[in-house]
């Protein structure tokens, strides 16, 4: 995109959010399905949709990160950033003529404990569709590069209360779809990594932010507490580490734009190595900045708590990626 | 902070520039340090060889003896050092930011050319026992008479002075301004009556740092540099790029001890404890980090930016990178801390200083809070 478009279009994905941040823990069906179809008329499951795409993975970057900001029901990062991706790398092994069981929107499916499904190379688990809000359908692909449309069954109970997740029934029908060549492969896995730390970063400066603004309004012992050294180290050590995390994410989305597969997913894994422990201790930090009120169900503290915890533990944990990344490359 | 797509990318020339300094390197073969020479004689021979070649001051504009390039050429001439283990280049540039954003067109054009060739060896005389990371506190004191100075005073810390030919001296000119306006900034020859140097010993046994002693040292007013108080904002723009991991050089080093700690863990693999290969793995992801760190602030400073108090972000990722690194090393080789030893115990020792040096970790956060977060001031 030019960049007055991506401003264009940013800007119109800020007003959107401002205006469907969930004001509470408990956002009603009716309410998530309003959200989720305003949020379809922007038409972004379209910017990586084609080929070549319509923005850069760098812009569609900076959009997660955006809807990371503020607590959001909607799907943006499986059905409008991953889902299409999919499908594009897919190419003409993308199926027109049969109506696919993936249905017209889907998201992706990952692996009972929400990492990248890891069958044909262990025992095949149990799958579940991730962030499903308006998702008909879901994509799972093994780590042989094999992609699977399935079915979605019921809404399964997570601790992210904004995310939606529903199991895919076993043994429901499944439709094969294609097979990603190994630079696909690594080119996909460095693309989720990327979109999905990049809505963790999102979320973690948008909660240090707003502990900042707290700090310089409350008031103890007679004056702001944002004037207590104790209380501005935390909050200029969490700016690092939401600096690192900036960094680390941007610089491997540029690389999906840029450098060669290998060299991709190599920073999309220390981006997500770094976010799944940077974003979250930033998260508890703010918690101690806001005291008491983060503790309760009325704050959003827990909204974004739950969903950079989880976060956490989506596609690839930090045991995953520090065992992966302390050795050389050529011997993977 | 930006928020819109950055250029993470080299510029177009730098594979040019890289195979051209291969090339140079191919036909000048590294000097041999020789028994007994001290480390700094030896750097200086070596930055003279380097300079011949046009290899020092890249970033540094043409008119001033460098090349007019960007910040993103010399680190990668440093990558490429350290690639092959020499020794890196010299850590001139926060002293040339200096001259050049508060010195006279005469100084810049008299004394940069000089400090790029190594002509000149300078150090830097900012803290004083007194007055470390608060260097607002200083006392050093030049007293004004006319066309020059007599300055009184000790510093400390001051690295290599014993081998520098001039001093980048801080001093208070008015005792009844507040620090921060009070404060000037001299180039003072070491040789000048009344200066006394005495090198103090480090922890890790070297003799890097100095005292500084100046009994009524005579500076002339030519040798001020910039206007009388404009040594605050001098001093803030020098440690600015001195806590920028791109311009102090040490990223390709932990590239060459990360790179040893993963080959170590491969040719160990099984018999390395896990909680040890994740450690590794950790370190690899905070060298990564700062590598991306410092390719976004080189993209931001393409677009424009200045060093300014988010070099104080850097330098604590930085702090974090080498003081886990070093750790982590001791734990992978353990002979070094218990056989005969090499030089990685010295240099895990060098790098508790990282958290002291140019502004303790507490300053820097305390930066962080004040002037990116503006946070109120304590009571």
Same mark, same amino acid.
Request: charged share 25%.
């Given at each position: 995109?030019?960049?007055?478009?991506?401003?264009?279009?940013?800007?119109?994905?800020?007003?959107?959010?401002?205006?469907?941040?969930?004001?509470?823990?408990?956002?009603?069906?009716?309410?998530?399905?309003?959200? @989720?179809?305003?949020?379809?008329?922007?038409?972004?499951?379209?910017?990586?949709?084609?080929?070549?795409?319509?923005?850069?993975?760098?812009?569609?970057?900076?959009?997660?990160?955006?809807?990371?900001?503020?607590?959001?029901?909607?799907?943006?990062?499986?059905?409008?950033?991953?889902?299409?991706?999919?499908?594009?790398?897919?190419?003409?092994?993308?199926?027109?003529?049969?109506?696919?069981?993936?249905?017209?929107?889907?998201?992706?499916?990952?692996?009972?404990?929400?990492?990248?499904?890891?069958?044909?190379?262990?025992?095949?688990?149990?799958?579940?569709?991730?962030?499903?809000?308006?998702?008909?359908?879901?994509?799972?692909?093994?780590?042989?590069?094999?992609?699977?449309?399935?079915?979605?069954?019921?809404?399964?109970?997570?601790?992210?209360?904004?995310?939606?997740?529903?199991?895919?029934?076993?043994?429901?029908?499944?439709?094969?779809?294609?097979?990603?060549?190994?630079?696909?492969?690594?080119?996909?896995?460095?693309?989720?990594?990327?979109?999905?730390?990049?809505?963790?970063?999102?979320?973690?400066?948008?909660?240090?932010?707003?502990?900042?603004?707290?700090?310089?309004?409350?008031? @103890?012992?007679?004056?702001?507490?944002?004037?207590? @050294?104790?209380? @501005?180290?935390?909050?200029?050590?969490?700016?690092?580490?939401?600096?690192?995390?900036?960094?680390?994410?941007?610089?491997?989305?540029?690389?999906?734009?840029?450098?060669?597969?290998?060299?991709?997913?190599?920073?999309?894994?220390?981006?997500?190595?770094?976010?799944?422990?940077?974003?979250?201790?930033?998260?508890?930090?703010?918690?101690?900045?806001?005291?008491?009120?983060?503790?309760?169900?009325?704050?959003?503290?827990?909204?974004?708590?739950?969903?950079?915890?989880?976060?956490?533990?989506?596609?690839?944990?930090?045991?995953?990626?520090?065992?992966?990344?302390?050795?050389?490359?050529?011997?993977? | 902070?930006?928020?819109?797509?950055?250029?993470?990318?080299?510029?177009?020339?730098?594979?040019?520039?890289?195979?051209?300094?291969?090339?140079?390197?191919?036909?000048?073969?590294?000097?041999?340090?020789?028994?007994?020479?001290?480390?700094?004689?030896?750097?200086?021979?070596?930055?003279?060889?380097?300079?011949?070649?046009?290899?020092?001051?890249?970033?540094?504009?043409?008119?001033?003896?460098?090349?007019?390039?960007?910040?993103?050429?010399?680190?990668?001439?440093?990558?490429?050092?350290?690639?092959?283990?020499?020794?890196?280049?010299?850590?001139?540039?926060?002293?040339?930011?200096?001259?050049?954003?508060?010195?006279?067109?005469?100084?810049?054009?008299?004394?940069?050319?000089?400090?790029?060739?190594?002509?000149?060896?300078?150090?830097?005389?900012?803290?004083?026992?007194?007055?470390?990371?608060?260097?607002?506190?200083?006392?050093?004191?030049?007293?004004?008479?006319?066309?020059?100075?007599?300055?009184?005073?000790?510093?400390?810390?001051?690295?290599?002075?014993?081998?520098?030919?001039?001093?980048?001296?801080?001093?208070?000119?008015?005792?009844?301004?507040?620090?921060?306006?009070?404060?000037?900034?001299?180039?003072?020859?070491?040789?000048?009556?009344?200066?006394?140097?005495?090198?103090?010993?480090?922890?890790?046994?070297?003799?890097?740092?100095?005292?500084?002693?100046?009994?009524? %040292?005579?500076?002339?007013?030519?040798?001020?540099?910039?206007?009388?108080?404009?040594?605050?904002?001098?001093?803030?723009?020098? %440690?600015?790029?001195?806590?920028?991991?791109?311009?102090?050089?040490?990223?390709?080093?932990?590239?060459?001890? %990360?790179?040893?700690?993963?080959?170590?863990?491969?040719?160990?693999?099984?018999?390395?404890?896990?909680?040890?290969?994740?450690?590794?793995?950790?370190?690899?992801?905070?060298?990564?980090?700062?590598?991306?760190?410092?390719?976004?602030?080189?993209?931001?400073?393409?677009?424009?930016?200045?060093?300014?108090?988010?070099?104080?972000?850097?330098?604590?990722?930085?702090?974090?990178?080498?003081?886990?690194?070093?750790?982590?090393?001791?734990?992978?080789?353990?002979?070094? %801390?218990?056989?005969?030893?090499?030089?990685?115990?010295?240099?895990?020792?060098?790098?508790?200083?990282?958290?002291?040096?140019?502004?303790?970790?507490?300053?820097?956060?305390?930066?962080?809070?004040?002037?990116?977060?503006?946070?109120?001031?304590?009571?």
């Amino acid at each position: 995109m030019e960049a007055e478009e991506f401003l264009l279009v940013r800007d119109m994905f800020r007003s959107f959010a401002t205006r469907f941040r969930a004001s509470s823990a408990d956002v009603k069906p009716a309410t998530r399905a309003a959200a @989720q179809e305003a949020l379809g008329e922007l038409g972004l499951g379209e910017l990586r949709r084609t080929s070549p795409p319509a923005a850069t993975v760098q812009e569609c970057a900076l959009l997660a990160e955006e809807h990371g900001k503020q607590p959001l029901t909607t799907s943006l990062i499986g059905t409008a950033l991953l889902a299409p991706e999919l499908l594009r790398l897919l190419g003409d092994d993308a199926p027109d003529e049969v109506p696919p069981v993936h249905g017209t929107t889907p998201t992706i499916a990952l692996a009972r404990d929400l990492r990248f499904p890891d069958f044909p190379r262990s025992h095949p688990g149990e799958l579940v569709a991730w962030d499903c809000e308006g998702a008909d359908g879901a994509l799972c692909v093994t780590s042989d590069g094999s992609v699977t449309g399935v079915g979605l069954g019921p809404p399964s109970p997570s601790a992210d209360l904004l995310r939606g997740i529903r199991s895919v029934p076993p043994g429901s029908p499944s439709h094969a779809l294609g097979r990603l060549d190994p630079a696909a492969l690594r080119h996909w896995q460095a693309y989720a990594l990327v979109i999905v730390s990049s809505e963790l970063v999102g979320a973690a400066a948008s909660f240090v932010r707003q502990s900042v603004e707290y700090a310089r309004d409350r008031r @103890q012992y007679g004056r702001e507490i944002g004037s207590f @050294q104790a209380v @501005q180290h935390l909050l200029a050590d969490a700016t690092v580490l939401v600096e690192a995390c900036t960094s680390a994410t941007r610089y491997a989305a540029w690389c999906l734009d840029n450098e060669p597969p290998g060299t991709a997913l190599k920073a999309a894994r220390v981006a997500k190595a770094e976010v799944n422990d940077s974003a979250l201790e930033v998260v508890r930090t703010g918690m101690q900045v806001f005291g008491g009120i983060a503790q309760t169900w009325e704050h959003d503290a827990h909204l974004y708590l739950r969903k950079v915890l989880t976060g956490a533990m989506t596609l690839a944990t930090t045991a995953d990626l520090l065992t992966t990344l302390a050795e050389p490359e050529a011997v993977r | 902070m930006t928020d819109t797509p950055l250029d993470f990318g080299d510029p177009a020339d730098l594979d040019q520039l890289r195979g051209r300094f291969r090339a140079w390197l191919a036909d000048h073969p590294l000097p041999q340090r020789q028994p007994d020479e001290p480390v700094p004689v030896f750097l200086r021979r070596w930055h003279r060889l380097l300079h011949s070649g046009g290899w020092v001051g890249l970033d540094v504009p043409r008119q001033y003896g460098g090349q007019g390039l960007t910040a993103l050429h010399q680190v990668a001439i440093s990558d490429e050092l350290g690639a092959c283990r020499a020794p890196g280049i010299p850590r001139i540039g926060y002293l040339a930011h200096a001259l050049l954003e508060f010195g006279s067109e005469e100084q810049r054009g008299r004394l940069l050319p000089r400090m790029l060739a190594g002509e000149d060896v300078w150090c830097q005389g900012f803290s004083e026992p007194g007055a470390g990371s608060d260097l607002a506190g200083m006392t050093t004191f030049a007293e004004r008479h006319e066309g020059h100075y007599t300055v009184r005073g000790q510093k400390l810390w001051t690295s290599y002075a014993q081998y520098s030919g001039l001093c980048l001296l801080l001093a208070r000119t008015d005792r009844s301004l507040p620090p921060h306006k009070s404060i000037s900034a001299f180039i003072l020859p070491l040789d000048r009556p009344g200066v006394t140097v005495r090198p103090l010993r480090a922890a890790n046994g070297d003799d890097e740092f100095c005292e500084l002693f100046l009994d009524d %040292v005579r500076i002339e007013d030519a040798e001020r540099i910039g206007a009388e108080g404009d040594g605050w904002p001098l001093a803030m723009t020098t %440690v600015s790029y001195e806590r920028n991991a791109l311009d102090t050089g040490h990223i390709s080093t932990y590239g060459l001890l %990360v790179e040893r700690l993963r080959r170590s863990a491969h040719d160990r693999r099984g018999e390395l404890p896990d909680g040890l290969l994740s450690e590794i793995g950790r370190c690899v992801v905070d060298y990564e980090v700062l590598v991306a760190h410092a390719r976004r602030r080189t993209a931001e400073r393409r677009g424009g930016q200045v060093a300014g108090p988010e070099s104080s972000v850097d330098k604590l990722l930085m702090t974090r990178t080498e003081q886990r690194l070093y750790e982590t090393a001791l734990k992978v080789f353990p002979e070094e %801390v218990f056989g005969e030893g090499g030089g990685l115990f010295g240099d895990y020792l060098y790098s508790r200083a990282a958290s002291v040096y140019g502004g303790t970790s507490q300053i820097q956060r305390n930066i962080i809070a004040k002037r990116i977060l503006r946070l109120p001031s304590g009571g």
